[in-house]
């Protein structure tokens, strides 16, 4: 049974700095998303890591996807209080677009 | 732009009725899906469909069923309602491997 676990569940930043959230899947998947959710909102897809190594960049969120640690990064640079959100990972279980989404992380950043 | 409409934002049912969730995507998407989600545990797939009149189980399709009897339409049935279902419930609509789009949610309340 696929497991996607995200953390942290909640970030507290200043604007300015840096951070990373962390989530790791336990089988094997070829496929992974990124997706934000604003308070009141619904899911808005931010990247899909298809491969090994893979890394997208999209403003200051960077994402990447290590297969043989099962682990994916999203990296915050810089944070301005616009990306407080939630983040969601997904993993895609054999095709099918049968996603497993992490319980989230909730970020804040405080100006 | 894709869009996956819900036909109820907020929703307040008494248990044991019987209620129905409708959800119409406008891009012609073959796959469709139901999700909930609840604070802490991120999104759980309750049913997909990869076609008209096809249905799967997801993770947690006890309580509930759907129905898909036209391509843009998949509906979510909750036979008999119960406290434990009052939660926020997500469509989704997608093309195969491609990210899913989520529609606005309804948030139900069983009482």
């Known amino acids: 049974e696929l497991k996607v676990e995200q953390n942290p569940l909640f970030l507290s930043m200043q604007e300015g700095k840096n951070y990373t959230i962390y989530c790791n899947y336990s089988t094997t998947s070829d496929r992974l998303y990124w997706y934000r959710q604003d308070p009141g909102k619904s899911l808005e897809s931010l990247f899909v890591?298809?491969?090994?190594?893979a890394v997208k960049q999209e403003g200051r969120l960077m994402a990447s996807l290590d297969t043989k640690a099962r682990l994916s990064t999203l990296h915050i640079t810089a944070a301005v209080h616009d990306l407080s959100a939630t983040y969601f990972c997904a993993v895609d279980r054999a095709g099918g677009n049968k996603l497993v989404f992490g319980a989230g992380t909730i970020l804040r950043v405080k100006s | 732009d894709v869009k996956v409409t819900q036909s109820s934002r907020y929703l307040v049912k008494r248990t044991g009725e019987k209620v129905f969730l409708e959800c119409v995507q406008d891009m012609d998407h073959e796959n469709m899906f139901w999700y909930r989600q609840d604070p802490g545990l991120g999104l759980r797939l309750i049913y997909f469909?990869?076609?008209?009149?096809?249905?799967e189980k997801g993770d947690i399709p006890e309580g509930y069923s759907v129905s898909r009897e036209k391509k843009e339409r998949f509906s979510l049935i909750l036979e008999s309602a119960s406290t434990n279902q009052t939660s926020m419930y997500l469509c989704a609509s997608s093309l195969s491997y491609s990210p899913l789009h989520f529609g606005n949610g309804t948030r139900l309340t069983v009482t």
């Open positions: 890591l298809l491969s090994n190594g």
């Open positions: 469909s990869y076609d008209v009149k096809m249905k």
